[in-house]
């Protein structure tokens, strides 16, 4: 054993020397291009540190979309930063992970993430533009064109806005098939049967939308078999094509239809989601501080704003991942502060303005912007 973990580092060096000069020789014009280097030695690294051996019988693909803003970026150095505190935790079946940078050019943050670029479907994006996130489904058909799409059984997709807690393997539910998902309590597709209904007829005009089978959820969380992920990704890309180009749907469905469009690809390529919240078993993540706690969730989801409120009504405690959209949070990353160990007497604006913080909201808080300063005081300046 003591001969084998020093071949293995050195075969994480070759990898190294290797995937650089592949990088250096790709045309900049080439579709899908990879970071080659970063995801290699990320995967020989962790055979360095296991002796080479796996004997896993899956292999979770982590993959998480961005378009490089300063906003997207910021979140992503901190989520891959508590990724890496988990990925080799015992238990573990994360084996690979690519950011998905849908951008007319590298950015910042290719030399610190393994990062496979593909250009995006609508370039303008690159600096501004209404709904970035519609480009997802089309970097994600062209990703798995790629030879990093290869590698793997299963993907995790993701978002940036995630903080790691523990590992996670594919569950036994999965075993007979399907995905895992979030059930989101702001995708109702029962609620929306006629607007999928739609849709729907843009794929199969002589049938009714299965509005059962459509899943109240999402892209992401999502952790499916690689296979099924191509076999729901044209849907995907298409229904999200067809929202963009009907205005009506675009205002009914709002800042969630391309999770919609991905609920109801799912629901065509026949791919069951088995779906959960944090409160109700959920394994993927945990949404503070409308869940109080994180249950059994390996990540927290930030995607609510948190303020405190004395009794004067004077905001004494606030984080809200929107106000972090400069570029120096990303090139100069500093500690965030963490809520007040006393909270008696104090209240909270959401999920109801007024309600009273109690300690399990305000430890789980504590919990996730402890994890995410741990990272931000190991961050090099960029």
Request: hydrophobic residues 40%.
């Amino acid at each position: 054993a003591g001969a084998a973990a020093p071949a293995a580092a050195q075969s994480a060096r070759l990898v190294l020397v290797a995937a650089a000069a592949l990088v250096r020789g790709a045309s900049a014009g080439e579709a899908g291009k990879a970071d080659v280097a970063a995801a290699a030695v990320e995967g020989a690294q962790r055979g360095a540190n296991t002796g080479g051996i796996s004997s896993a019988p899956n292999e979770i693909h982590v993959l998480v979309t961005s378009n490089g803003s300063p906003y997207l970026n910021f979140q992503t150095r901190i989520m891959y930063g508590t990724y890496k505190k988990v990925r080799d935790l015992p238990g573990s079946e994360l084996r690979y992970f690519t950011r998905l940078l849908h951008r007319s050019d590298d950015d910042i943050l290719m030399g610190e993430v393994p990062t496979v670029r593909v250009d995006p479907l609508t370039p303008k994006c690159d600096q501004w533009c209404e709904f970035p996130v519609s480009d997802r489904p089309d970097a994600v058909a062209k990703w798995l064109a790629t030879d990093d799409a290869k590698e793997g059984t299963h993907v995790l997709m993701i978002e940036t806005d995630y903080v790691w807690m523990k590992p996670i393997s594919v569950p036994a539910e999965m075993a007979a098939g399907g995905a895992v998902s979030y059930s989101f309590s702001y995708i109702s597709p029962s609620a929306q049967t006629h607007r999928m209904d739609k849709l729907w007829k843009t794929e199969f005009p002589d049938k009714e939308v299965p509005i059962k089978s459509v899943p109240p959820s999402g892209p992401a969380p999502a952790l499916l078999r690689t296979a099924d992920l191509r076999s729901i990704t044209p849907y995907w890309v298409r229904f999200t094509a067809a929202i963009e180009a009907d205005k009506a749907l675009k205002d009914a469905l709002g800042w969630v239809r391309e999770m919609y469009a991905y609920s109801l690809a799912a629901a065509a390529a026949g791919v069951k989601h088995h779906t959960k919240a944090a409160n109700a078993g959920g394994m993927l993540i945990a949404q503070p501080p409308s869940d109080t706690k994180p249950y059994q969730a390996a990540m927290y989801h930030y995607t609510w704003g948190t303020q405190f409120k004395n009794k004067t009504g004077k905001v004494v405690w606030e984080f809200d991942k929107r106000k972090y959209t400069a570029p120096e949070y990303v090139t100069n990353p500093r500690e965030l502060e963490l809520p007040p160990g006393d909270v008696e007497g104090l209240t909270q604006q959401f999920p109801r303005d007024g309600m009273a913080v109690d300690k399990d909201t305000r430890d789980t808080l504590a919990d996730m912007i402890g994890r995410m300063n741990a990272v931000l005081r190991e961050l090099p300046p960029l």
